[in-house]
């Protein structure tokens, strides 16, 4: 299993590219389910998870056909509506295929998620929403079954705020004879992204952005173009990266629209950032000052920047409280930073950080996606060698880290 070797006490400086969003980039996949014409993507991030859902698409009879950052679905006839757990079990956004596959094939056959290292993540909201319109859903042998020959318009209401639960019942409803409003909707840019692609697509979607969608059902759906949007969190997780580094970097493709929550952080931490059309810029003073947060729905700050500002604040001047409200065990970072000598108490879904003047470099192991990223950040200002273990997990979400990061002077290598 590669591991990533990391040589802390570098300051990141430069200029580098960000990708496109890996969370936009899987429910767009998706939606060319909902028609038997050509979709294509540009600006595709070239991840794990994006392979993984290709190869679950492929399996169902979609043609792919990718070259570099740009594919192209075609699902002229789904062959096979169903989703094993041999590939839901790695990527739990694969439940995305349910909604679009029982809008347009009448039935569909998704393995449920199970746990996750995070929290126990169910799709309840996922299967109560298609039961809402009208679909007859089952659970046997671990797979979600669902079924109806038409879904109907209907009013959806989710219990909790739910990103990838409102993507799948907007983009069945897309499908569905009749007006659908979910309401309690994720507001989150990657949901906007998705709607706009749709609307493209011949979709009638209004309000996406807000916390009531309404989406009026068509016959059919068509082919289109669409760009994937800039990727906010690997964007967050290199200012992070830099701030902790006293560096000063540009980040070219993206833009702060979506980052509003993760700027303010930063700038309390005492970065100066400059925005421009489609580039964000970071200069970072000497020493960060610690900064407190709770994660919430969007816009408020991202569960997914949690794990990155807690090993900021790890090395920043004074304390921090950081409450995490969306999952219930997404401390799992926690303990391999203070391996590498951070001061981190955890009560419950609240961590109190203590800055340290230092870090030090040790062995440490990935445990999900954005814990693996703190490790990094961690590991660029640690004395002496950091190795990460099982970046598996970083190869999930992050295209190109190690070259990323040495083009902004970290010195990183991947030990295979
Ligand atoms: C998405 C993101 C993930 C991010 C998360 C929260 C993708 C592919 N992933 O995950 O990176 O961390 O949003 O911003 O976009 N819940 C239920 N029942 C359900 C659905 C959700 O109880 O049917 C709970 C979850 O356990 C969690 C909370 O609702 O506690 C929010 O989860 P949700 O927004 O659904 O997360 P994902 O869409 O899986």
Redesign the pocket.
């Known amino acids: 299993m590669d591991k990533l070797l990391i040589e802390g006490g570098s300051r990141l400086a430069g200029e580098i590219r960000i990708s496109g969003a890996?969370?936009a980039a899987?429910?767009l996949l998706c939606a060319a389910l909902l028609t038997d014409e050509p979709v294509t993507f540009t600006n595709l991030p070239r991840l794990k998870d994006i392979g993984t859902l290709l190869r679950l698409l492929a399996d169902m009879g979609v043609s792919v056909e990718q070259e570099g950052e740009r594919v192209t679905l075609h699902a002229a006839q789904i062959t096979k509506a169903e989703a094993s757990y041999e590939l839901v079990k790695t990527m739990?956004?694969a439940i995305?295929v349910l909604g679009p596959l029982v809008a347009r094939c009448g039935e569909a056959r998704v393995s449920l998620p199970g746990g996750c290292a995070?929290?126990?993540?169910?799709?309840?909201?996922?299967?109560?929403g298609l039961q809402a319109m009208g679909a007859e859903v089952t659970v046997e042998h671990g797979y979600v079954l669902a079924r109806s020959p038409r879904l109907q318009g209907a009013r959806l209401f989710?219990?909790?705020?739910?990103?990838?639960?409102t993507?799948n019942l907007m983009m069945a409803a897309c499908l569905a004879d009749g007006v659908t409003v979910i309401e309690n909707a994720?507001r989150?840019p990657?949901i906007v992204d998705l709607a706009s692609c749709l609307v493209s697509m011949g979709a009638r979607i209004s309000g996406a952005g807000t916390d009531v969608i309404r989406i009026e059902g068509v016959a059919r759906l068509h082919g289109t173009t669409h760009r994937v949007m800039p990727d906010r969190?690997e964007t967050g997780t290199y200012l992070c990266a830099a701030a902790v580094t006293g560096g000063e970097v540009r980040l070219l493709d993206t833009s702060s629209a979506y980052l509003d929550a993760v700027i303010d952080k930063l700038m309390d931490a005492g970065c100066e950032v400059t925005t421009e059309r489609h580039a964000i810029q970071l200069k970072a003073p000497a020493r960060l000052k610690a900064v407190s947060l709770r994660t919430s729905?969007?816009p408020a700050f991202?569960?997914?920047m949690q794990a990155q500002f807690m090993a900021l604040n790890c090395v920043a001047e004074g304390s921090a409280v950081i409450r995490e409200t969306?999952?219930?065990n997404r401390y799992m970072h926690a303990v391999e930073l203070q391996r590498l000598g951070a001061n981190i108490r955890i009560d419950g879904s609240t961590a109190f950080v203590n800055g340290v003047s230092r870090l030090q470099g040790a062995t440490v192991m990935a445990t999900d996606?954005?814990a693996s990223a703190s490790l990094v950040i961690a590991g660029l200002v640690a004395e002496g060698e950091t190795v990460i273990e099982r970046i598996y997990h970083l190869d999930r979400g992050y295209e190109q880290l190690e070259t990323k990061l040495a083009a902004l002077g970290a010195r990183v290598r991947r030990l295979s």
């Open positions: 890996k969370n899987l429910p739990r956004a995305l995070i929290g126990a993540r169910p799709v309840d909201q996922h299967i109560k989710t219990d909790m705020v739910t990103v990838t639960g993507e994720a989150e990657e969190i729905p969007y991202p569960t997914d969306i999952f219930e996606l954005r």
